[in-house]
């Protein structure tokens, strides 16, 4: 792991919650070995009051979205069909403010989660009759109390996390839901060009989420960890799209059902109270649902 | 429709149609004629795209007027993030203009709409290993009608909507989590004897909850449906837990956790008020 990094994994440890499908898991991801007394098992009573404080976690991040997720979800659809990266941090090393905040039982000394990773199989993914596990992937939950309690855990945690779960899973081809206007965007268009699924999704219970996908060959690891940016196959944009914008996030919708190939290919752009997120439409698709950038694609992008 | 065996209430699929809930992408993984009865081409709906909105609406409320009393309603973000785009929602469904009255008023169907309501609906999720899956969420319009006085005859629409849901996802390992205290338990033992993987469960939000799978064949789904014909082995119960009795749960857990094995071998008895003992016996 490159060297700016490594205070990240001085200070936290990383964590695995897996059942039975644990034996299809890297637990050394990207040279990091996984404790063995950090691998806990979703169903034992005895890591009840870990798993009580991942689940706070998840209240304090995702909690002001209305999209907490409740227990029985984790258990139905988190655990039991996939398994949880994270990384963590000894109880004792914890300032009384972030031990308070945490819910630290007065008498536990073990692992705080921090940050956590969720991913689950697809039924797509078992399309290759000579592989056991699945190579399609969901992409759960990213998630990091820097998010909202920055200072919680080093600057960086968030990026480690992806990193290392993305090795823990035999990811192939990966699958995500975010926000336009999530912070997380950033960190996805690092991975590569994120192929579109759904540009405003109805089913959802915040409309304004895209789903995407991307294979795993076109993760940039080097770019996602040591000199982030944009993704270096990614295509220039030829599109802006205003995220706040409903009816251009329907017309991208629309497009998208006509069968038109959309990638995000760069990082959410903040210009005063706006945010435009550069797009690839593919050549000889329509301009409806976001502004066409003029012919030069990325050197015209000036905001 | 027919089925090509005897069912507990063959009437269903003379009034009901099947649905499914699919992407694109997990489509071509399913079974679109579960045991001969297909699933119409324009009653399959992609999540995916705007047109489906109005319907899955309608499953959301199926889930709340299914789970509401029990105040475990499905969110709107979980039916896309752990349903819709890993795995897949097969039900039964009636069309709009012929729906009961009753039943229009408590779906609140939009005026205007004459697509498909759901009456059931079956949710699971793929796990790690092919024809592996988790059973999340069981919805029947049955229960709701009898609660509300509605005369239909919905009988036994729970076990055929996941009787059929399972042949429809490919399902052959069968995992499923549910309360000790829960009527569901009854239509989970048709299929079989249930091997018990948890017996109390502190990660879910009800602690007082057992993790329960079976082997899925064509006779355990049979069975689940009504079919007289079949009849599946069942082992004598060696002791009974009472579904209030949580110090039994967490010693029975223990017992798991150090490696012993049971199932639960058929139905619970009801005993006075809401309680329930569920038989247990201990496997190799």
């Known amino acids: 792991m490159q060297s700016n990094y490594a205070p990240i994994l001085q200070q936290l440890e990383p964590f695995l919650i897996a059942g039975d499908i644990r034996e299809d898991l890297n637990l050394c991801p990207g040279g990091v070995q996984i404790p063995s007394e ?7 009573r005895r890591h009840a009051a870990f798993l ?71 039924l797509a993914g078992f399309s290759d009759p000579s592989r056991k596990a699945p190579g399609t992937w969901l992409l759960y939950t990213l998630e990091s109390l820097n998010q909202v309690s920055p200072g919680m855990a080093p600057v960086g945690t968030l990026k480690v996390t992806c990193a290392l779960g993305l090795r823990v ?55 996602l960890v040591y000199a982030p940016s944009v993704h270096p196959a990614s295509p220039p944009p030829n599109a802006l799209l205003d995220v706040d914008s409903a009816a251009d996030l329907q017309a991208l919708q629309r497009d998208l059902e006509a069968g038109e190939k959309i990638y995000v290919v760069g990082k959410p752009i903040h210009h005063g109270a706006s945010v435009r997120v550069p797009l690839y439409r593919s050549p000889g698709g329509r301009a409806s649902g976001a502004e066409p950038l003029a012919a030069g694609g990325a050197d015209d992008l000036t905001v | 429709m027919t089925l090509p065996f005897e069912i507990r209430n063959p009437g269903l699929l003379d009034e009901l149609v099947p649905y499914l809930v699919a992407t694109p992408f997990n489509l071509p993984h399913l079974n679109l004629a579960p045991f001969g009865v297909p699933v119409a081409p324009e009653h399959i709906i992609d999540p995916l795209r705007l047109a489906s909105e109005t319907f899955l609406r309608l499953l959301h409320r199926l889930d709340g007027l299914t789970f509401g009393p029990e105040g475990m309603p499905m969110p709107r973000w979980v039916f896309f993030d752990c349903s819709e785009m890993p795995g897949a929602i097969y039900g039964l469904a009636r069309p709009a203009h012929t729906l009961w009255p009753r039943a229009r008023a408590l779906f609140k169907v939009p005026d205007g709409y004459d697509g498909l309501v759901p009456v059931s609906m079956y949710v699971a999720i793929p ?60 239509i989970h033992v048709k299929f079989g004897a249930l091997d018990l993987q948890t017996a109390y469960t502190p990660a879910h939000s009800e602690h007082e909850t057992l993790t329960y799978g079976f082997r899925v064949t064509d006779a355990s789904l049979r069975a689940s449906m009504g079919d007289p014909s079949i009849q599946l082995p069942r082992i004598e119960p060696e002791f009974w837990i009472d579904a209030h009795d949580v110090p039994a749960m967490i010693a029975l857990q223990d017992r798991i956790e150090a490696g012993g094995r049971f199932v639960i071998p058929a139905a619970p008895k009801r005993t006075e008020g809401d309680g329930a003992l569920v038989p247990i016996a201990s496997v190799a």
């Open chain 1, 38 to 44: 950090n691998v806990f098992h979703p169903q034992h």
């Open chain 1, 52 to 122: 009580a404080m991942l689940q706070l976690v998840d209240r304090l991040t995702f909690g002001p979205f209305g999209m907490e997720m409740p227990s029985w979800v984790f258990y139905d659809c988190a655990v039991m069909p996939g398994a949880v990266f994270g990384l963590g941090v000894r109880a004792h090393r914890l300032e009384e403010w972030a031990r308070e905040a945490m819910k630290v039982p007065d008498d536990y000394e073990g692992l705080v989660p921090v940050s956590q990773f969720i991913a689950i199989p697809m």
């Open chain 1, 169 to 223: 899973f035999p990811i192939r081809e990966l699958y995500a839901i975010s926000q336009w206007r999530s912070p997380k965007l950033e960190e996805y268009v690092e991975l590569g060009p994120l192929e579109l699924v759904t540009a405003w999704t109805p089913a959802h219970s915040m409309p304004r989420t895209l789903s995407f996908r991307l294979q795993f060959d076109d993760i940039h690891m080097p770019g």
């Open chain 2, 127 to 186: 796990m790690h290993r092919q024809g592996m899956w988790f059973g999340h969420n069981l919805s029947s319009l049955a229960p709701v009608f009898e609660r509300e006085g509605v005369e239909a005859d919905l009988r036994g629409l729970g076990s055929l909507t996941k009787g059929l849901a399972l042949k429809c996802f490919g399902v052959q390992q069968f995992w499923g989590a549910t309360q000790w205290l829960s009527k569901a338990l009854h």
